[in-house]
């Protein structure tokens, strides 16, 4: 039953900004920690942003930090990675995950892509 679905990814010049959505169901969202994640094929799953149940962010990856920034709308069930001054270096897929409490399950969007090029 439980369902995250990013949006928004897509090509971007350097520079450039892109904002990511994360549509979540099948939970109580508001009680959940929702995190974004990046992956770039051969790498490592790097965790990019952290974000309470209650809007506290608790954790931005010190290569976005000043640049990125996670928010939520509770009404609306939706997490966002608002990306600006973007690098070549953020090119990834990104995914919207948050874990369970009651199962253990750590759950995972299908990602979206986010191309940086000029």
């Known amino acids: 039953q439980v369902q995250l679905q990013e949006s928004g990814g897509g090509l971007v010049q350097p520079g450039g900004s892109l904002r990511l959505s994360c549509a979540a169901s099948?939970?109580?969202?508001?009680?959940?920690?929702m995190r974004w994640y990046r992956q770039v094929p051969g790498k490592e799953r790097e965790l990019v942003a952290t974000?309470?149940?209650?809007?506290?962010?608790?954790h931005l990856a010190d290569s976005v930090k000043g640049r990125f920034t996670i928010s939520r709308d509770n009404a609306k069930n939706t997490v966002y990675l608002q990306m600006n001054s973007l690098k070549s270096e953020d090119t990834a897929m990104y995914y919207c995950n948050t874990l369970s409490g009651l199962n253990g399950v750590n759950y995972w969007g299908k990602g979206t892509l986010v191309t940086v090029s000029s």
């Open positions: 974000i309470t149940g209650a809007g506290t962010v608790t």
């Open positions: 099948g939970f109580i969202f508001s009680f959940y920690v």
